[in-house]
């Protein structure tokens, strides 16, 4: 009987897919605050297409995901006018170079120096870092453009805040007015 059990048990799916909670915070942040796809936010997290959709799955309303991808359908609409739709990040002919999300963030090739295994990384993080002598943005904190401009990646107009000190501001920014 008790080998019975212990079968159930493993035959029960694990979630091995470690993934550290800063990794989550940012997963959630970009969900909430980008139209960037969940392949994109896969690439600058640092982690697969799956861990993303598993937790946007984990941790979002059905409401919200059908919000976004509404959202997101229009924007590929309006992106078949656009004569770069529908080439994928490698064959964009900026990919080697600053790559935008359609959304105001920009990307760039992970620079040797920086630390973190992801192909790509924001821009904001790169410049905050190389102008504060960073190897990378530590996890858990978030580079917040002062301006809500995002693409003036000026260092001048960057500041890096914890998560929930981030969505705290927004919070009160909206709330202002
Ligand atoms: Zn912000």
């Given at each position: 009987m008790q080998t019975l059990e212990a079968n159930r048990m493993n035959s029960v799916k694990p979630d091995n897919q470690e993934v550290i909670p800063s990794q989550v915070q940012t997963i959630l942040h970009l969900f909430d605050t980008t139209y960037l796809t969940l392949q994109q936010i896969a690439e600058v997290s640092g982690t697969s297409y799956k861990v993303v959709w598993n937790r946007v799955a984990k941790y979002r309303t059905k409401e919200q995901r059908d919000s976004r991808k509404k959202v997101n359908y229009a924007r590929s609409k309006l992106g078949?006018?656009?004569?770069?739709?529908?080439?994928r990040f490698e064959k964009h002919h900026s990919y080697k170079g600053e790559c935008s999300d359609g959304y105001g963030y920009t990307t760039v090739?992970?620079?040797?120096?920086?630390?973190?295994?992801?192909?790509r990384v924001f821009t904001h993080h790169v410049r905050y870092c190389e102008h504060h002598g960073l190897d990378r943005v530590p996890p858990g904190m978030v580079v917040h453009h002062i301006d809500h401009n995002r693409s003036n990646n000026d260092p001048s107009n960057l500041v890096m805040m914890t998560a929930s000190e981030h969505t705290r501001l927004h919070c009160a920014e909206r709330c202002r007015d």
């Open positions: 078949v006018l656009n004569p770069m739709w529908g080439k090739v992970t620079p040797e120096w920086y630390n973190k295994k992801s192909r």
